[in-house]
């Protein structure tokens, strides 16, 4: 079974810094995919970034940047010029390659100070 | 309006009843989850419906029940709930195609078990 570990949970950072939240998972499978989600107070579960497993180039979008060592299996998020929106919950998470289910990580609650 | 609604947002209820958690979807998507959010043990699959003949068991299945009325409709239940089923819970929808589709999450339902 697949399994997905963030061993930080909690993080913190100054407005405007960069942070890093980490995340590693297990897996027997050649391909799969990677997501990191955002949950802030509302609750709500917000897509941040997604890797394919076969592409060897890091995923980014805007801010947000991964890491993707794919024999480390390692899939760390990295937050550029943080901003006070970005304090939230965040969760890694596995998916196989036919898509079935998801696999999350225990989640990293990140402050941003002002 | 909200592509994934669930209802109620918030439930209080007592240890024996019976209680039912609504999911439906307006985005035409045939895939369907249920999860369960802990604190520090992130979420978690309870069941998940490919179609509307079709129900699979996910890690955490026992004491919960699912109804797959309509494709646009999946319905959790917890025959006789009991405070350690105490938590949050997402209903999320998926197109199906492969994992890169992106899982849509509704508000999710806080519920209490006294």
């Known amino acids: 079974a697949q399994t997905v570990t963030q061993s930080q949970p909690e993080m913190s950072v100054q407005e405007a810094e960069t942070v890093t939240l980490s995340c590693t998972y297990d897996t027997s499978e050649s391909d799969y995919y990677l997501f990191w989600y955002k949950q802030p107070p509302s609750r709500q579960m917000i897509l941040v970034i997604r890797?394919?497993?076969?592409?060897?180039q890091n995923a980014t979008e805007n801010r947000f940047s991964v890491n993707f060592q794919k024999a480390a299996k390692s899939f760390s998020l990295k937050i550029s010029d943080s901003q006070l929106g970005d304090a939230a919950m965040y969760f890694c998470?596995?998916?196989?390659?036919?898509?079935?289910?998801?696999?999350f990580g225990e989640g990293t609650q990140l402050t941003v100070n002002p | 309006d909200a592509d994934v609604t669930q209802t109620p947002r918030n439930r209080i209820t007592k240890t024996g009843k019976r209680i039912m958690l609504e999911c439906s979807q307006t985005?035409?998507?045939?895939?369907m989850y249920w999860y369960r959010q802990d604190p520090g043990l992130g979420l978690r699959l309870i069941y998940y419906s490919f179609d509307v003949k079709d129900i699979n068991k996910g890690e955490i299945s026992d004491g919960y029940s699912v109804s797959r009325q309509a494709q646009a409709k999946f319905s959790l239940s917890l025959e006789s709930a009991i405070p350690n089923q105490t938590a949050l819970y997402f209903c999320a929808t998926t197109a199906g195609v492969g994992a890169y589709n992106e899982q849509f999450f509704g508000p999710g339902t806080r519920l209490t078990v006294l």
């Open positions: 890797q394919e497993a076969y592409k060897q």
């Open positions: 985005k035409g998507h045939d895939r």
């Open positions: 998470a596995y998916a196989p390659r036919d898509g079935s289910r998801l696999t």
